[in-house]
C-alpha cells in the first residue's frame, strides 16, 4: 500500500438535544462519513425531487395542452358532423324534389300523349304498385362524407338527365302546339255554326213541289235579328246584289270554301275586310226576292254549291 495513503478520518460531532423542564439531554453522535453520506443522499433526493416535480409539472402542462387540442378537436369534429348532417339533408331534399320533378314530367307526357322519357329513372317510383305501401328498413348507417358525396354526385347526374328529359319534351309539345295551331287555323276556316238564330223556313234542294231547285237555306227570325260569319274568312262582296239575294255579303274562307248571306236588312262590313267566325257582319232584312224576314244561307266549295247542313 502507498505510505502515503490518507488516514481515515475518525473525527465525529454530537448534536444534543436539551428539552425544557429539566428532562435527559441526549447526545447523537455522527461521524464524518455519515454526515457525508447524509449530505450526498440529501442532495440526491434533491435532485430527485426537483427532476420528478420538472416532470410532473412538465407533464401536467402536456396533458392540459392535449386535453385542450382534442378539445378543440371535438368541437371542430361536431361542427364538421352537423354540418355534414346538414348537407345530408339538404341532398335528401334535393332528391325528393327531383323525384317530384320527374313525377311531374311524366305527368305531363301522359297529358300531352308525349312518350315516356328515355330514363329509367321516370319510373324508379314504381313496379307496378298502387303507391299506397310504405314499408322501409335496413340498416342504420350514419352519413359521412364518402355517402353523402355520392348522393351529390347522383342527384347532379339525375337533375342533367332531367333538363335534357324537360328538353326534348318542351321541343315536343311545341310541336303539338304547332300542329293544334294549324289545325285550328283550318277548322276555324271550315263553316261550323249556325248564320243566326230562328227558324229554317226553306232547305236546301228542290222545293215547291219540285218547280224550284233551292240553292241554300232559309233561317227565318225577327228584322234586325243579327247575323254572323260561320268561319274565319275575307270579305269578298258586301252590298247590294240586283240578282235577287238583295243586301249580301260572300266570304271566302280559304281552300276553296265560300259562304253568302242574302236578304240583309243592313251590311256592317267591307269588302276585304277579315271578319272572325261568330262576327256580326249584317242584320236579318227582306231585301231582294224575299216574303219576310230571313237569311239565306249557302256554301260552295270549289265554284259548287253543297247543302248547308253539312256545315252546321
Known amino acids: 500500500m502507498d505510505k502515503q495513503e490518507t488516514k481515515k478520518d475518525n473525527r465525529e460531532y ?17 461521524s464524518v462519513r455519515l454526515l457525508k453520506y447524509g449530505a450526498a443522499s440529501l442532495c440526491a433526493g434533491a435532485l430527485l ?36 348532417l346538414q348537407l345530408s339533408k339538404k341532398a335528401n331534399s334535393l332528391q325528393d324534389e327531383l323525384d317530384q320533378l320527374t ?12 312518350a315516356p322519357a328515355e330514363d329509367t329513372n321516370a319510373n324508379a317510383g314504381s313496379n307496378e304498385g298502387d303507391g299506397t305501401h310504405n314499408g322501409q328498413g335496413g340498416p ?6 364518402d355517402n353523402v358525396s355520392e348522393a351529390l354526385n347522383n342527384i347532379e347526374k339525375n337533375i ?97 270554301i265560300m259562304t253568302r248571306y242574302g236578304h240583309a236588312q243592313q251590311v256592317v262590313v267591307q269588302a276585304g275586310q277579315r271578319v272572325r267566325r261568330g262576327q256580326v257582319i249584317a242584320y236579318m232584312g227582306s231585301t231582294g226576292f224575299s216574303t219576310g224576314p230571313h237569311v239565306h244561307y249557302e256554301v260552295r266549295v270549289n265554284g259548287q254549291l253543297v247543302n248547308p247542313v253539312n256545315y252546321l
Open 140 to 145: 342504420y348507417i350514419q352519413p359521412n362524407m
Open 14 to 30: 454530537t448534536i444534543k438535544i436539551i428539552p425544557h423542564q429539566g428532562e435527559n439531554v441526549h447526545s447523537i453522535h455522527l
Open 160 to 256: 342533367a338527365v332531367r333538363k335534357a328529359s324537360l328538353q326534348q319534351l318542351k321541343e315536343a309539345m311545341k310541336e303539338q302546339q304547332q300542329v293544334v295551331a294549324v289545325q285550328n287555323g283550318i277548322s276555324s276556316s271550315i263553316p261550323s255554326i249556325w248564320p243566326a238564330r230562328g227558324d229554317v223556313s226553306s232547305p236546301y234542294g228542290m222545293r215547291w213541289g219540285g218547280s224550284d231547285f233551292h240553292p241554300g237555306m232559309d233561317i227565318a227570325n225577327d228584322f234586325g235579328t243579327p247575323i254572323v260569319a260561320t268561319a274565319d274568312g275575307v270579305v269578298t262582296t258586301a252590298g247590294w246584289n240586283s240578282g235577287g239575294y238583295g243586301n249580301m255579303v260572300d266570304i271566302d274562307h280559304g281552300n276553296g
Open 103 to 114: 313525377q311531374m314530367e311524366t305527368e305531363l307526357r301522359q297529358l300531352s300523349g308525349t
Open 49 to 84: 425531487f426537483v427532476g420528478a416535480f420538472s416532470y410532473a409539472a412538465y407533464s401536467s402542462y402536456t396533458l392540459q395542452s392535449d386535453a385542450g387540442e382534442i378539445q378543440d378537436l371535438r368541437q371542430v369534429n361536431n361542427i364538421q358532423q352537423e354540418q355534414l
